[in-house]
């Protein structure tokens, strides 16, 4: 067990190494190493480094088009121009080196480098969120301003899709995207990040997923009376 006065005493080491590196004059600040800001061998900034280049809102843009599977949709949704999106699409392909998504007939398609960055990139924007976002003492649906993706199989979704529609009108910021009848691919869509939440017959056997027993429904047959293969009731 780590005693407290190491903590402190390491808390003090940082707080005096940050104290000696802005005693400097203004002018004579330089990158330092081991400070967030790459650096070559000789002090100076590493230009080519993808990240020192990284604007963040090319992350909220690219998690739009994700969601959206259409630039005009996500410059819709972001207030943006459909040329402003495809211009800052192309600076996030110059960081990542990936063409990120191709165009279709109806709108774009995610490459497997856009599919693998998607969970990660939506669970930085979300906790960058929850971090500038004023403590309210959690998530509350009437202020919030997200979209939840679900995949719910048929048969279900007409019991769901009219609550989660009311939900919406009460909260302005809320929406959902609803898809179905997808279940091989659930799996893989919740590990991408395309499906937030997913509601299945069976319980998954992946490793790696939290889940939840929701209820149980028994099925039955309805036939007319007269069926002959049918004991008579």
């Known amino acids: 067990m780590k005693k407290c ?30 400070f967030g800001i ?23 843009i690219f998690d739009a088009i994700m969601s959206e599977r259409s630039l005009t949709k996500a410059g819709h949704r972001l207030g943006m121009t459909q040329s402003a999106v495809s211009h800052s699409l192309a600076r996030l392909r110059e960081v990542t080196g990936d063409t990120l998504f191709e165009r279709t007939g109806r709108g774009v398609r995610p490459t497997q480098r ?10 930085a924007l979300d906790r960058l969120r929850a971090t500038l976002r004023p403590r309210s003492g959690g998530f509350c ?39 179905g009848g997808r279940a091989k691919a659930i799996m893989q869509e919740l590990r991408f990040g395309e499906t937030w939440l997913a509601l299945d017959y069976e319980r998954p056997e992946a490793e790696g997923y939290r889940f939840e027993h929701l209820f149980e429904d028994p099925f039955v047959i309805i036939s007319r009376r007269a069926m002959p293969r049918l004991p008579a009731r």
Not at 11 to 33: K, M
């Open 38 to 60: 790459p650096v070559d061998g000789r002090g100076g900034a590493m230009q080519d480094e993808p990240f020192t280049r990284l604007d963040l809102n090319l992350l909220a």
């Open 5 to 34: 006065g190491d903590t402190r005493a390491r808390s003090d080491l940082a707080i005096h190494r940050a104290a000696a590196f802005y005693e400097r004059p203004v002018g004579q600040v330089r990158p330092q190493p081991g």
């Open 141 to 179: 649906s009437k202020s919030t301003q997200r979209t939840f993706l679900l995949d719910i199989p048929a048969g279900i979704d007409s019991i769901i899709a009219p609550a989660l529609a009311q939900r919406a009108v009460d909260s302005e910021g809320l929406s959902f995207r609803i898809s």
């Open 114 to 123: 856009a599919l693998s960055m998607s969970g990660d990139v939506r669970e």
